[in-house]
């Protein structure tokens, strides 16, 4: 079956461009999470959703970063005004139910950000 | 707070070798343990996951890992590693019952396997 998909797979962009990322997960998961992965930096969590619930935007770095998850599928991390510390590896996961117990998060392939 | 420790930011071993990379974690509720692959320009791949039961867990690619936890650690372990296992491994918690709903990643440890 399909995985976790993202899109695009790379991505070069301009300091102060804005970007949007976007994150197909695996069908029927109702929770979707994004990290980001910087050199040296490791997994970092950003956000999740959880159903129709409120969105965990806990770990976004700054108000340049938001997210959206429409129809409880497709998600969409836009990053506004891009800094070059922006730059990494933009990783989307998927689970059937975050707090589910042990649910196995899955995720995409990633998406390179590259601010020049 | 709740982490995980890598010690090792590299682990070195010969094709046919055992391996060990090293997991020790610190959570205030009960720990669903995860490990995870990483190869070159890819995501994350699921290996295995301790949520209860048996200590020893048996994983993909003939991966194991043992829960222990009076040390706290869940050590990956595979009984003759390939070349092909040479990759990026991350250890992750979920603290269960804290109602912090996040998987805690440690900062990974690379594993090479020489021919």
């Known amino acids: 079956g399909a995985g976790v998909s993202q899109s695009p797979s790379n991505k070069v962009t301009e300091k102060g461009k804005d970007v949007e990322l976007r994150c197909d997960p695996i069908s029927g998961h109702t929770a979707l999470y994004w990290y980001r992965q910087s050199l040296g930096q490791g997994l970092e969590f950003l956000i999740y959703f959880q159903g129709n619930s409120a969105p965990d935007k806990s770990g976004l770095p700054s108000d340049r970063f938001s997210a959206e998850r429409t129809g409880g599928s497709v998600s969409t991390l836009t990053i506004q005004r891009t800094q070059q510390e922006d730059s990494a590896v933009y990783l989307c996961a998927s689970s059937l139910e975050a707090g589910g117990a042990g649910d196995t998060q899955y995720f995409g392939p990633g998406t390179r950000l590259t601010v020049l | 707070a709740q982490s995980v420790a890598q010690p090792e930011d590299q682990v070195n071993v010969a094709e046919g070798n055992p391996l060990t990379v090293k997991c020790t974690y610190s959570v205030s509720g009960n720990p669903y343990l995860f490990w995870y692959v990483q190869y070159p320009n890819r995501g994350l791949q699921f290996l295995l996951k301790y949520i209860t039961g048996d200590n020893l867990v048996k994983g993909s690619y003939g991966f194991e890992a043992e829960f222990n936890k009076s040390q706290t650690s869940f050590h990956l372990k595979k009984p003759s590693a390939l070349v092909s296992d040479s990759a990026l491994y991350f250890c992750?918690?979920?603290?269960w019952g804290t109602g912090f709903q996040k998987l805690v990643f440690g900062t990974g440890t690379r594993l090479l396997v020489s021919p």
């Open positions: 992750a918690v979920y603290p």
